[in-house]
């Protein structure tokens, strides 16, 4: 029906930057919201960024002045900037859409993608 890639992760020293993409693809009517989880060992996902098909955002207050989202809507995809990167942003991090679906009823339903890692680390 739907994927997500994400591609872009990787090791950073402290204070570098990385840029996460998320590709959608499949039998997509049309995306609503997009956004960036993250899941570090031993501890819940949690949202570090989304942002509206309007480009309305929202942050964690973790990465409030580091991060900046963004996205293309006649592309489907969306990009996590990341800068003055820390060691506490390490974790896997997650693309996630809300999708309609063609040939579904309903929606959007949420789709993820696979995960990326992002280690910080001297």
């Known amino acids: 029906q739907v994927q997500l890639v994400e591609s872009g992760g990787g090791l950073v020293q402290p204070g570098g930057s990385l840029r996460l993409s ?9 995306v ?16 570090v960024a989304r942002i509206s098909r309007v480009r309305t955002t929202n942050y964690a207050d973790s990465v ?20 003055s990167l820390k060691p506490e942003d390490t974790a896997v991090y997650y693309c996630n859409a809300d999708v309609w679906v063609e040939s579904m009823d309903g929606g959007p339903w949420p789709f993820w993608g696979q995960g990326t890692q992002v280690t910080v680390s001297s």
Request: net charge positive.
């Open 22 to 30: 998320c590709a959608a693809s499949g039998s997509i009517y049309s």
């Open 32 to 47: 609503n919201n997009m956004g960036w989880y993250r899941q570090a060992p031993g501890k819940q996902r949690e949202l």
């Open 64 to 83: 409030k002045g580091r991060f900046t989202i963004s996205r293309d809507n006649a592309a489907n995809t969306v990009d996590l900037q990341m800068s």
